[in-house]
C-alpha cells in the first residue's frame, strides 16, 4: 500500500496550500536534492528545525502562493507551471508530489486606501 501524506501548509491563516506526498516515491534524498538545489538551504533546514521536507513544504508553498499572485493560476495552472521550472518535480503526482489545493490571495479594491505621502 503506498505511503501517500496529504500536507496543508498556510500563510498567515490567508493562504493554504494543500498537498500530497507519495513517501514512496518521494524519498529524503529527493527531498534533499530539491532543499540543495537552491541557494540557502541551510537557512531553510534551519528554520524547519532540520526536517528537510518541512523546509521543501514551506518554499513549495511560498512558490505557489506567489505563482498565483502573480499569474493568477488555479491549480491546473501550477500544476503546468512546474513542469518547466528547474529543480522542482512535476507536481501532477507522476514524480511523487501532487499539488490538490492552493489559495489566491484576492485584492479587494474597498481594503486598498490612498494617502498623500509627506515628506
Known amino acids: 500500500m503506498a505511503d501517500v501524506k496529504r500536507y496543508g501548509v498556510n500563510w498567515f491563516g490567508e493562504l493554504d496550500l494543500v498537498v500530497e506526498v507519495d513517501h514512496d516515491v518521494v524519498t529524503n534524498d529527493t527531498l534533499v536534492e530539491i532543499n540543495t538545489f537552491w541557494s540557502e538551504s541551510s537557512d531553510r533546514l534551519r528554520d524547519a528545525d532540520g526536517d528537510v521536507l518541512i523546509a521543501v513544504l514551506k518554499m513549495l508553498a511560498q512558490r505557489c502562493f506567489q505563482l498565483t499572485t502573480a499569474h493568477g493560476y488555479n491549480v491546473q495552472g501550477l500544476v503546468l507551471e512546474f513542469e518547466t521550472i528547474e529543480?522542482?518535480?512535476?507536481?501532477?503526482?507522476?514524480?511523487?508530489?501532487?499539488?490538490?489545493?492552493c489559495d489566491e490571495l484576492i485584492f479587494c479594491k474597498a481594503d486598498i486606501s490612498v494617502s498623500d505621502v509627506i515628506e
Do not use: A, V
Open 87 to 101: 529543480g522542482w518535480p512535476r507536481m501532477d503526482g507522476s514524480e511523487g508530489f501532487k499539488i490538490i489545493d
